[in-house]
């Protein structure tokens, strides 16, 4: 019988894998954070075909996510080398400005910034305060507000 072969020591800081290649206890969000894409793009149709909006909006939202996508590959690559990396805040308000669509395909398929816990809460917090953003002036919702409050 054969002996085993030795198995590498774990670097320090970084949790052992799984034979899938995810960390021990590690949670990963999965591809149900997609669905959080897909009922943005219904409500974002929905609510073109009630309200009319400029093309230039559904422009902004996917020059922003494919900017978004590659500032959270930059950042992989930086942590992989130990170089200086991208601050969570920038990634923040680059979900928060648009781009979180491109976040949240960046964080399944380069499988980034899925592990911290407090990220990820300031990361879908910001997810909704851009959609709550985006419904108020795309929809009447704020001219309402501002007559119901007058």
């Given at each position: 019988m054969p002996a085993p072969t030795p198995r590498a020591p774990a670097r320090a800081g970084r949790q052992s894998r799984t034979a899938s290649?995810?960390?021990v206890g590690a949670r990963?969000?999965?591809?149900g954070t997609y669905l959080a894409i897909l009922a943005f793009l219904i409500g974002f149709i929905a609510i073109s075909l009630t309200w009319p909006l400029p093309y230039w909006v559904a422009g902004l939202y996917l020059a922003v996510?494919?900017?978004?996508?590659?500032v959270y590959a930059v950042d992989k690559?930086?942590?992989?080398?130990?170089r200086r990396r991208v601050p969570?805040?920038?990634l923040l308000l680059l979900g928060f400005a648009g781009g979180w669509p491109g976040a949240v395909v960046a964080q399944q398929v380069l499988r980034h910034k899925t592990q911290k816990a407090s990220f990820r809460r300031a990361f879908w917090v910001s997810v909704l305060a851009n959609v709550a953003v985006f419904v108020a002036l795309a929809t009447p919702l704020v001219a309402e507000l501002a007559?119901?409050?007058a």
């Open positions: 290649g995810r960390g990963s969000s999965g591809p996510s494919i900017l978004c996508f590659i690559s930086a942590a992989g080398a130990g969570e805040r920038t007559s119901f409050v």
